[in-house]
């Protein structure tokens, strides 16, 4: 069973960075092709996330939400990692990492499709 724990969460300041790790247990994490997602405050637990990067298995292919996109990278080694800069109190939400056993194409951004989540990190940014 694979277990995906996401760390690197807290509380900055509009403008700041921050970089989120997603750590597996149970398997090897270059059998997943890995996704970020995110929830934002005020949505139904389980539902609602919203898609925002993901990272092939072999790491040469990376895309990105608009929303973020030249903001967050993505990036994957022993952890897989987002890294996220010039934050703004629209990012505010829960990010969770996702794995999926195949690769997804245009069905990336659809949560459905991942197989294994983590629990999540909070992240706030503040005005």
């Known amino acids: 069973q694979v277990r995906l724990v996401e760390s690197g969460g807290g509380l900055v300041q509009a403008g700041d960075s921050l970089t989120l790790s997603c750590e597996s247990s149970?398997?090897?994490?270059?059998?997943?092709?890995m996704g970020w997602f995110r929830q934002p405050p005020g949505t139904p637990l389980g539902r609602g996330r919203v898609w925002l990067a993901e990272i092939s298995r072999t790491g040469d292919k990376t895309d990105y939400a608009d929303s973020v996109k030249g903001r967050f990278t993505i990036s994957r080694n022993n952890t897989i990692n987002l890294q996220m800069n010039r934050l703004k109190p629209e990012d505010t939400a829960v990010y969770y990492c996702a794995a999926a056993l195949r690769a997804l194409g245009t069905l990336k951004s659809q949560a459905l499709n991942y197989d294994y989540w983590g629990q999540g990190t909070q992240v706030t940014v503040s005005s």
């Open positions: 149970g398997g090897p994490f270059n059998n997943f092709n």
